[in-house]
């Protein structure tokens, strides 16, 4: 009988402990990229990562919410000529895979 309470206490002390004790939050991408910027909303707590090829947005609790893949885009570094829909509009084009660099990550 000794031997149980002895481990039923043990038992809820270790839970007591573990549950009891602040962990770390983390937030870890899906891929190997390059965090770059971050904002976040005082009201909501919501996070806001930029990073290379994706914006990210996590709750209060750093768990992603949306993943937003902003690259790799197919493109041409020597051409910065756009027509009226957006679109490269130089004669010859070498396009190529190009990352996305977020600059700026601003919520409103």
């Not at 309470?5 to 043990?10: K, P």
């Not at 994706?54 to 919410?65: C, G, P, R």
């Not at 790799?72 to 396009?95: E, I, M, R, W």
């Given at each position: ?20 004790s602040p962990?770390?939050?983390?937030f ?41 893949g ?39």
């Amino acid at each position: 009988m000794f031997f149980y309470i002895a481990v039923l206490f043990l038992t809820t002390l270790i839970n007591h402990s573990i549950t009891t004790s602040p962990s770390p939050l983390t937030f870890r991408p899906s891929t190997d990229t390059a965090l770059r910027h971050l904002a976040v909303d005082n009201l909501t707590g919501i996070v806001y990562v930029g990073a290379v090829n994706h914006i990210y947005q996590l709750d209060s609790n750093l768990t992603l919410e949306v993943d937003v893949g902003t690259g790799p885009v197919q493109d041409d570094k020597n051409c910065a000529d756009f027509d009226s829909a957006g679109q490269l509009a130089c004669k010859q084009l070498h396009l190529l895979p190009t990352d996305n660099y977020n600059q700026v990550t601003v919520f409103h």
